[in-house]
């Protein structure tokens, strides 16, 4: 398992100024010295699309390489917000809401995957038992759903696929009122270092992942990644809880014999980035 950061292909270049970001960044202006391929805001008027973007393999020690397993991800942009609407983590969004349409902050499928159809559900949202099913039956998964229900969920997007090696990728992102309530989630049942609340089906064996890079965190996003300790069956889970403003974020990936790190990593990186 590695340490090294995740990072995906080369993203849209800038198409205007980039918004002052919260202070206490310095690695954050460290690596924009370095590159200007980071995750950026494009901002075009009220109604803006936003480049997402990685650093270039090259650039990061260890990285050099074209075999490292990363997958092939599209350029990534986030949706237009509607006229006058903050981004999710302005200091007048003082809620943390995402404007966007949360079906179109899904991170797409990487090149060469087969898309999981059963996740799109109904224009776009996913029926909550779809998501309630990743968990182990009975107590666990009673209890998520208790706990959904009291904390009023709005709706649940969702995003699956296959890719050629046999690792199954699932995404969620559930959205909730304010910001406060997906804390509180990532306080309760995403516990860093500790095992999950509530256990995922096939994966009782789910321990932190202390390997997970610590430089893919991104400010303001929560992240409490998790990877099936040995031994375990005929396939290996990983997966993270991503608390993301208003929304909460799952990303989950299974693969027989064992799932990789690094394509895990970054998954989890780029999907933060598009909630970001």
């Known amino acids: 398992m590695t340490d090294q950061q995740p990072t995906g292909p080369r993203q849209a270049e800038d198409t205007g100024p980039a918004p002052a ?19 950026v805001f494009a901002a075009v008027g009220t109604a803006t699309a936003y480049g997402v973007t990685g650093m270039e393999r090259t650039d990061v020690p260890g990285l050099a390489t074209e075999s490292d397993g990363r997958w092939d991800y599209p350029v990534l942009v986030r949706p237009p917000l509607p006229s006058g609407s903050p981004a999710p983590f302005a200091e007048s969004n003082t809620a943390g809401s995402h404007h966007a349409d949360l079906r179109a902050l899904l991170l797409p499928a990487p090149a060469g995957a087969v898309e999981d159809k059963a996740l799109n559900g109904s ?16 107590y666990h998964r009673d209890t998520l759903r208790a706990e959904l229900r009291n904390h009023a969920l709005r709706h649940v997007a969702a995003r699956g696929w296959t890719t050629p090696d046999g690792t199954r990728t ?3 992102l559930l959205q909730f009122a304010t910001g406060t309530v997906s804390e509180f989630l990532q306080a309760t049942d995403a516990v860093p270092f500790t095992s999950p609340t ?9 321990v932190y992942d202390e ?12 992240t409490s990644p ?9 396939e290996q889970d990983r997966f993270a809880h991503i608390a ?13 014999g064992s799932a990789a790190a690094v394509p895990f990593q970054q998954t989890v990186t780029l999907q933060s980035q598009l909630l970001g």
């Open 21 to 39: 970001r919260a202070p206490g960044r310095p690695l954050l202006r460290a690596v924009l010295r370095r590159t200007a391929a980071v995750a």
């Open 211 to 222: 390997h997970f890079p610590p430089r893919a965190a991104l400010a303001g996003i929560k």
């Open 198 to 206: 509530h256990e995922v089906r096939g994966a009782a064996g789910a």
């Open 170 to 172: 699932r995404i969620y």
């Open 244 to 256: 993301a403003g208003d929304v909460y974020a799952v990303v989950f990936q299974s693969r027989r």
């Open 226 to 234: 998790y990877v099936e300790a040995k031994p375990y069956g005929a």
């Open 123 to 138: 224009d776009g949202w996913l029926d909550t038992e779809k998501y309630l099913a990743e968990y182990t039956g009975g």
